[in-house]
């Protein structure tokens, strides 16, 4: 293909290629936007903010290695190496297995422009 020549068909083709890569890369730059990033240690509870709303994250009494995370809000999502059980206004994370610390990210989705 490299030894063929360039014809008017193909130059447009390879213009309309890289101005369509060229208008998303410069729409990802100038539509990106910075994450917030907060770290929360529970001990026995701790508070963050996302999207504006609180979300409390309580370390419970009765499972030390379970996290109890409210109020649900359906614009959140969790991200979790342990086990996400949803209830109608909490979640419960649990740990896959008991030596591994549980992680995890509250993510705020983003509503569309």
Same mark, same amino acid.
């Given at each position: 293909?490299?030894?063929?020549?360039?014809?008017?068909?193909?130059?447009?083709?390879?213009? #309309?290629? $890289?101005?369509?890569?060229?208008?998303?890369?410069?729409?990802?730059?100038?539509?990106?936007?910075?994450?917030?990033?907060?770290?929360?240690?529970?001990?026995?509870?701790?508070?963050v903010?996302?999207n504006?709303?609180?979300? #409390?994250?309580?370390?419970?009494?009765?499972?030390?290695?379970?996290?109890?995370?409210?109020?649900?809000?359906?614009?959140?999502? #969790?991200h979790?190496?342990?086990?996400?059980?949803?209830?109608?206004?909490?979640?419960?994370?649990?740990?896959? $297995?008991?030596?591994?610390? !549980?992680?995890?990210? !509250?993510?705020?989705?983003?509503?569309?422009?």
């Amino acid at each position: 293909m490299a030894s063929e020549k360039l014809t008017k068909h193909r130059f447009a083709q390879i213009l #309309i290629t $890289s101005l369509i890569l060229l208008v998303a890369f410069f729409w990802r730059t100038f539509s990106y936007q910075n994450v917030d990033m907060t770290s929360c240690t529970p001990t026995p509870n701790c508070s963050v903010f996302v999207n504006e709303q609180e979300i #409390i994250v309580i370390k419970d009494d009765k499972n030390p290695n379970q996290y109890i995370i409210g109020p649900r809000i359906p614009e959140l999502e #969790i991200h979790t190496n342990g086990t996400l059980i949803q209830h109608s206004d909490h979640w419960i994370i649990q740990p896959n $297995s008991p030596n591994k610390p !549980i992680t995890f990210k !509250i993510i705020g989705k983003r509503s569309s422009i």
